[in-house]
């Protein structure tokens, strides 16, 4: 029987969440310049690329390079959240489905915030290894953003 599994994972951050949010959903442009030996592209497929119903093209490096094509479901501005549907690329040749939702949230004291990654998925079948590579990728990559953010 199929099992939909869930995984999260959340860092810290110093940048405000509403210019890390902003990165994810305004300026992905931006994200092969802060980082290029992680991520190498984004492309624009359908729509704007930061409305719901966008689809774009990642091309980004995981061991090897990688593709994948996602697919924006929702965006939920006032909770600071993205929600990417993966509709194609190497990942759905192991997942049935791969739903990953980015949340950046401010603490309510202290000078850090914090971005936590979900991640939704459906194995192919029970030899799938766990994608805990792929919520460290996200998760780690978030720390880049910030960092970038931190020093322009």
Known sequence: MAQ????ELQTEIKSSPEKIFDIYKNKTSLMPKI???KLKSIEVLEGDGKSVG????WTYVMGGAVIAK????????????MT???IGGEVTNYYKSFKATITVAAQAKGLTHLVKWSLEYEKADENVPTPHSHLAF??????DVDAFLLNP
């Open 84 to 86: 990417f549907d993966l």
């Open 70 to 81: 996602d697919k924006i479901v929702a965006i939920d501005e006032e909770k600071g959240s």
């Open 54 to 57: 966008s689809v774009r093209l």
């Open 4 to 7: 939909i599994c869930r995984l």
């Open 35 to 37: 980082n290029p030996d």
């Open 138 to 143: 996200l998760v780690n990559f978030s720390r």
